[in-house]
T-cell receptor, first 115, second 115 residues
């Protein structure tokens, strides 16, 4: 079974600084997708960024970028110029191609942004 | 579009009571999912549906039943609630794979407490 591990239960960053959240996963599949979701105190799950495993280029979305290392099965999220609104739980998730298309989530990292 | 909506937002039950959580989506999505989120855990899949009239078990299906009588609705039932079912429940939906955006859209969640 696929598993997703987030080894940092909590992280903190100063406003305007950069922070990197770690995620590793285990799979024997070759076609899959990886995601980072943000969950603010409102509980809403918000998609931050996605990466297709077949793409070598790392995905970027404005201040958010990933470092995807397929061989190492690592998928870290970098947040640049951190803002107070970035404070939230961040979940790494995996989805294999085909079948139920279900998401497998890590346990999450709580990010605090200090002014 | 309202997206994915969940009813109710909060509920308190006594052990042994039954209830149904309603998920509705207006995006014509084929696939729908029920997840639960417990403290210190990521979301875990309870049941899912790949189309009207179909359902399948996820990772933690015991104690729950589901129905998908209409494409836009996915119901999650608890026949005899137990304290272990105290959790936040999320519904999600997505398009048929290969037909468009491949992300899941989440509802706002239902916080259920079983006393």
């Amino acid at each position: 079974a696929q598993t997703v591990t987030q080894s940092q239960p909590e992280m903190s960053v100063q406003e305007a600084e950069t922070v990197t959240l770690s995620c590793t996963y285990d799979t024997s599949e070759s076609d899959y997708y990886l995601f980072w979701y943000k969950q603010p105190p409102s509980r809403q799950m918000i998609l931050v960024i996605r990466q297709e495993a077949y793409k070598q280029q790392n995905a970027t979305e404005n201040r958010f970028s990933v470092n995807f290392q397929k061989a190492a099965k690592s998928f870290s999220l970098k947040i640049s110029d951190s803002q107070l609104g970035d404070a939230a739980m961040y979940f790494c998730a995996y989805r294999k191609q085909g079948g139920s298309e279900k998401l497998v989530f890590g346990k999450g990292t709580k990010l605090t942004v200090n002014p | 579009n309202a997206g994915v909506t969940q009813t109710p937002k909060f509920r308190v039950l006594k052990t042994g009571q039954s209830m149904t959580l309603l998920c509705a989506q207006d995006m014509n999505h084929e696939y729908m999912y029920w997840y639960r989120q417990d403290p210190g855990m990521g979301l875990r899949l309870i049941h899912y549906s790949v189309g009207e009239g179909t359902t399948a078990k996820g990772e933690v299906p015991d104690g729950y039943n589901v129905s998908r009588l209409k494409k836009q609705n996915f119901l999650l039932g608890l026949e005899s609630a137990a304290p272990s079912q105290t959790s936040v429940y999320f519904c999600a939906s997505r398009l048929l794979p290969g037909t468009g955006r491949n992300e899941q859209f989440f509802g706002p969640g239902t916080r259920l407490t079983v006393l």
